[in-house]
């Protein structure tokens, strides 16, 4: 009777523990394979890739200001990424709690906030790397460059919009011109009717 | 990172001082991303500094030589020679877009939108009122606080016999919050297109 009283709630103990132990490693395990099986919420990082590929070269040695150049470009597309994210995660999160978008998505957009801030870090250490503290002013750089270009972008279009308005605006003016003669046409007809009409009354 | 794959075969070129990617690894986002790439190495090449400076940092060079032709086209402007303007403001807005991309976007948009305003006053002496149109229009994209620019935008569109694009201008200018003492103007041309428009 005793041992059984001693040994019972061990046993217990060792196959609750287990139990759990199993059932974490066996839900964890899933939800790893789950979040790998997910897409992605951005597309490639084509300015990351082309960073790490420059700076694993070692023949011909890239230029120092190239690989510079190459992590300002880094820098500019997580720039645009996190901008991209914090402007949707209201709105998205909202439509989450209303049930109007799926957990997937959801779980999308929160992985891929995660791994933004672990591409911001690295990012950061390889450009503290390169010069001590340059991290602090590499964001600032890339994010005006973000904004000049999308300024850029826009005054490209002057000259074709232009010529859309230059085109559009003769259009109605000939038209308006036609329309004037055709007036002053039949006015002067009608004048000219008059005088014919008096000269008749005054024979 | 998720970063495991083979790098890419990108290859510095040392005669062109630009990096090339095969054919056969060039996407599109790729290929612009190479160009973009290319264009801010020349830049940074150009600078005398290892790294950016910070933003605030403008190159007063650049400054100057806006400056100058910007001065060139509003000297032409009072002449009455308006092409010869279009042609300096035009230049200047080209002066002012080789800043390096890193500098203050602010400063560049209040540079750029003063060019645009001009060349569209310009381009009105000249009742080329579409081309004016669209360079009023882009001064107020660069800088929404402008009267003067929704002015001689509005006066553009009243032109082209735009009425109620032209009030909508006008309105938007009185409400934009700018001060350039052009609210009289404004109120007064939008007085005169209502009566326009509900004579």
Not at chain 1, 38 to 52: A, K, N, T, V
Not at chain 1, 126 to 138: F, H, M
Not at chain 2, 19 to 33: G, N
Request: net charge neutral.
């Amino acid at each position: 009777m005793g041992k059984i009283s001693l040994y019972a709630p061990i046993a217990y103990l060792v196959l609750l523990l287990s139990s759990l132990a199993l059932f974490s490693t066996i839900y964890r395990r899933r939800k790893v394979r789950r979040l790998v099986g997910l897409q992605p919420w951005f597309g490639e990082h084509d300015s990351r890739d082309i960073y790490l590929s420059l700076r694993a070269q070692t023949s011909p040695k890239v230029p120092e200001k190239m690989l510079k150049a190459a992590l300002l470009r880094r820098a500019t597309e997580d720039v645009r990424r996190i901008m991209s994210l914090q402007e949707s995660k209201p709105a998205l999160a909202e439509l989450h709690q209303r049930g109007a978008v799926g957990d997937e998505i959801w779980t999308r957009f929160l992985a891929a906030e995660k791994v933004m801030d672990a591409e911001i870090m690295e990012c950061a250490g390889e450009a503290n790397l390169i010069k001590p503290a340059w991290a602090q002013t590499l964001f600032p750089s890339a994010a005006e460059i973000v904004q000049n270009s999308r300024i850029r972008e826009r005054l490209a279009q002057v000259p074709e919009l232009q010529k859309e308005e230059r085109e559009k605006w003769e259009k109605v003016r000939e038209k308006v011109l036609s329309e004037l003669e055709n007036e002053n046409d039949t006015a002067a007809t009608e004048t000219e009717a008059k005088k014919a009409n008096k000269k008749r009354n005054k024979h | 990172m998720d970063y495991s794959e083979a790098p890419l075969p990108i290859i510095f070129n040392e005669v062109t001082k630009h990096v090339d990617l095969p054919d056969e690894e060039l996407t599109p986002s790729r290929a612009k991303e190479v160009q973009e790439l290319n264009s801010l190495y020349r830049d940074l090449v150009a600078l005398n500094a290892d790294v950016p400076p910070p933003p605030n940092q403008i190159n007063g060079r650049l400054n100057d030589q806006v400056r100058k032709l910007k001065d060139a086209g509003n000297n032409s402007y009072k002449r009455g020679q308006h092409s010869d303007a279009v042609r300096m403001y035009s230049l200047a807005i080209e002066m002012a877009l080789k800043r390096p991309p890193w500098e203050a976007s602010g400063f560049v948009k209040e540079e750029l939108s003063v060019l645009y305003s001009n060349r569209a006053q310009a381009y009105m002496s000249m009742s080329a009122w579409g081309d004016a149109l669209v360079d009023g229009d882009t001064a107020i994209y660069l800088k929404r606080n402008f009267p003067k620019a929704h002015y001689r935008k509005g006066k553009c569109l009243q032109h082209m016999g735009r009425l109620q694009e032209a009030k909508a201008a006008y309105e938007l200018g009185l409400e934009s919050g700018g001060a350039d003492g052009s609210d009289a103007e404004l109120k007064s041309a939008l007085a005169e297109v209502n009566e326009l428009l509900y004579l």
